[in-house]
């Protein structure tokens, strides 16, 4: 049985950790706050461009554009958004597993990974995958300049045909008690089989379709890629928050066993000492 001492700087350690879970807590409070705020106005803007692209490129099937060509699978690129720190439960493991079923057809030698967070950096480094570049996940704001910049490198390793098919992998915010990891394809700029349809909709470009589309596609990768950020990012405090509370509520438990612990010890010890100093009086007498 563990002694009063040894009781005594459990609950000391235990009370420590129940501090730290705590502050981590209110810092994951306050950012989600802003970040929830900031994912859910980019969210209408986001979700009109996927739309407007789909329509354009189902009818537009005449116009050529590099970021439209559609070719045989072979080599595949991953967007990878998690977190640069861990303390955020399952978060981080639920992105990798995604990923790692995605590219399994393939093998390592045929996936171009670029990732966004020190956390899918570090996985797949250790399981053998080429990481084109890799980013660090901003812990309180995502810029759009840090977007663009994602894109562009997208956008170029599927104009160059270095991959034939762009996915992003990141995590869709909807409480903090609930995420969802989400596979986005967004490179070729095509619609999916079931909403092609060119003779539901009749078009007039102006301009030309290839001027327009040669405006448009690159900054509708963008959005969606600051779209995958913001939505990541919120998840990510959201994550963090539950997983820190239930940390925190279990510390509290914790210290209450051990509290209890201390006190069964030490009323133990308390009743023995005055039977022995019982015992001593009548041995006395």
Known sequence: MASIRDIRRRIKTVRNIQQITKALKMVAVARLQRAQSRATAARPYA????AIMRRLASVGA???HPLLEVRETVNIGVLVITSDRGMAGSYNTNVTRKVTEIVKPYGPEHVKMVAVGKKCRAFFERAGYSLVESYPMPSSE???????????????LFESKQVDLVHVVYTKFFSAMRQQVTDLVILP???PEAELDPGSEDYIFEPQPTELLGSLLPRYVDTQVYRALLESLASEHGARMTAMTSATDSAGEMIDRLT????RIRQAAITKEIAEIVGGANALA
């Open 47 to 50: 979700d009109e461009m996927l």
């Open 62 to 64: 005449s116009v050529e």
């Open 142 to 156: 995502v810029g759009l300049t840090e977007a663009r910049q994602i894109s562009k490198t997208l956008r170029t």
């Open 189 to 191: 700029a095509t619609p």
């Open 260 to 263: 209890l612990d201390y006190n």
